[in-house]
T-cell receptor, first 113, second 114 residues
Framework: AQSVTQLGSHVSVSEGALVLLRCNYS??????LFWYVQYPNQGLQLLLK??????LVKGINGFEAEFKKSETSFHLTKPSAHMSDAAEYFC???????????FGTGTRLQVFP | EPEVTQTPSHQVTQMGQEVILRCVPI?????FYWYRQILGQKVEFLVS????????KSEIFDDQFSVERPDGSNFTLKIRSTKLEDSAMYFC????????????FGQGTRLTVV
């Protein structure tokens, strides 16, 4: 069965610092991987997705993620955090056979001035 | 920009009562989903719906739950007899395809069972 694991339920960074949110996946077939963001009192918004076209994926708001098969990882990064990046971030996986998304437990990002 | 809309944003109901959560997916989408997020926990898949029938459901989606697409625009989730543990945020989502297709989520309905 497919799954994703997000290490760290809370991450705190200073404004301008590097953001690194970790996600490891478990899949027997090449997965489709996603990062979603949830701002307070809002729904889930897609940040980026991996579909095997390129291992480095660029998303919205300056975020990017790199698919590393050898490490079964899809970590989310942003070079310089903004206050507006404070939100909950979810890694998710799906495959061709199932159209559902399987989410990780989420990481809450706090950004301090 | 097209969006998925959900109503109500917050519903409080007494244990044992029936509730219907409503969703209007993006108009040209074909696949519809319900997910839920119990406070402090991860987002969990409940059910997917395609071509007017359930395509997949999780073990959470027992006989107390049902989904319906009563017309060309609405997609509803009904809980027949609510339990305290049904308290959660319920998200509706829709996609135009499967696999790597982006799922668009609504803002959610917070259901509180008292």
């Amino acid at each position: 069965a497919q799954s994703v694991t997000q290490l760290g339920s809370h991450v705190s960074v200073s404004e301008g610092a590097l953001v690194l949110l970790r996600c490891n996946y478990s899949s027997s077939v090449p997965p489709y991987l996603f990062w979603y963001v949830q701002y307070p009192n809002q729904g889930l918004q897609l940040l980026l997705k991996y579909t095997s076209a390129a291992t480095l994926v660029k998303g919205i708001n300056g975020f990017e993620a790199e698919f590393k098969k050898s490490e079964t990882s899809f970590h989310l990064t942003k070079p310089s955090a903004h206050m507006s990046d404070a939100a909950e971030y979810f890694c998710a996986v799906s495959d061709e056979d199932t159209d559902k998304l399987i989410f990780g437990t989420g990481t809450r990002l706090q950004v301090f001035p | 920009e097209p969006e998925v809309t959900q109503t109500p944003s917050h519903q409080v109901t007494q244990m044992g009562q029936e509730v219907i959560l409503r969703c209007v997916p993006i108009s040209n989408h074909l696949y519809f989903y319900w997910y839920r997020q119990i406070l402090g926990q991860k987002v969990e898949f409940l059910v997917s719906f395609y071509n007017n029938e359930i395509s997949e459901k999780s073990e959470i989606f027992d006989d107390q739950f049902s989904v319906e697409r009563p017309d060309g625009s609405n997609f509803t989730l009904k809980i027949r007899s609510t339990k305290l543990e049904d308290s959660a945020m319920y998200f509706c989502a829709s996609t135009s395809g499967t696999g790597n297709t982006e799922a668009f989520f609504g803002q959610g309905t917070r259901l509180t069972v008292v």
